[in-house]
């Protein structure tokens, strides 16, 4: 079945300090994969997708996301976190082989920043 | 550019109770999909529209909620009767049509949170 898991409920990291918040996910194929993030009592902010070509994507605030299909991982990282990067990240996936336009979202990790 | 717009922001009702959720996709965007978030575990799917035609409506839980999406714009997701499992966070997405309709970013809405009592 399909599946995205983010393994840690919560990230910790100080500000200035380079963020890395994990997933993995269990499609068969190749995936096309995306990260959300939601600030307190907004809605679902787009971040990044990957879909084919290079594994290292750039997106929205200064994050990235590296493809590794080895270790069908994708995870979100920032090279100097900020305290406004404290929100709830949701790494998601879509299988365009059985899936077509659901999108399947892991249960989401906390980041807290500290100054 | 107004984004995806969901109303009312919080719904509390008694179990039982109907509840009528709305949402308004951004101007354009023929595909519109409801998702709910439960218990803050993970966001779930519960069905895509392609104007008004429901492409896949897989995710539903069961006969009580009914979506609907006269004339192609907004949309609405009925909960008749409510009970206290329906409790959660709906949130709306929409995108615009494309080549490869399975690439496009969806975008979501602010989420109705609605707490069945």
């Known amino acids: 079945a399909q599946s995205v898991a983010q393994p840690e409920d919560q990230v910790n990291v100080a500000e200035g300090n380079p963020l890395t918040v994990k997933c993995t996910y269990s499609?068969?194929?190749?995936?096309?994969l995306f990260w959300y993030v939601q600030y307190p009592n907004r809605g679902l902010q787009f971040l990044l997708k990957?879909?084919?070509?290079?594994?290292l994507v750039k997106g929205s605030y200064g994050f990235e996301a590296e493809f590794n299909k080895s270790q069908t991982s994708f995870h979100l990282k920032k090279p100097s976190a900020l305290v406004s990067d404290s929100a709830l990240y949701f790494c998601a996936v879509r299988d365009p082989h059985t899936g077509g336009f659901k999108t399947i979202f892991g249960a989401g990790t906390r980041l807290f920043v500290k100054a | 550019e107004a984004g995806v717009t969901q109303f009312p922001s919080h719904s509390v009702i008694e179990k039982g109770q109907t509840v009528t959720l709305r949402c308004d996709p951004i101007?354009?965007?023929?595909?519109l999909y409801w998702y709910r978030r439960v218990m803050g575990k993970e966001i779930k799917f519960l069905l895509h529209?392609?104007?008004?035609?429901?492409?896949?409506e897989s995710g539903m839980p069961n006969n009580r909620f009914l979506a609907e999406r006269t004339g192609g714009t907004y949309s609405t997701l009925k909960v008749q009767p409510a009970e206290l499992e329906d409790s959660g966070v709906y949130f709306c997405?929409?995108?615009?049509?494309?080549?490869?309709?399975?690439?496009?970013?969806?975008?979501f809405g602010p989420g109705t949170r609605l707490l069945v009592l």
């Open positions: 997405a929409s995108s615009q049509d494309g080549a490869r309709q399975d690439q496009e970013t969806q975008y």
């Open positions: 101007s354009g965007h023929d595909n």
């Open positions: 990957y879909i084919t070509g290079d594994n």
């Open positions: 529209f392609v104007k008004e035609s429901k492409q896949d």
């Open positions: 499609v068969s194929g190749n995936p096309y």
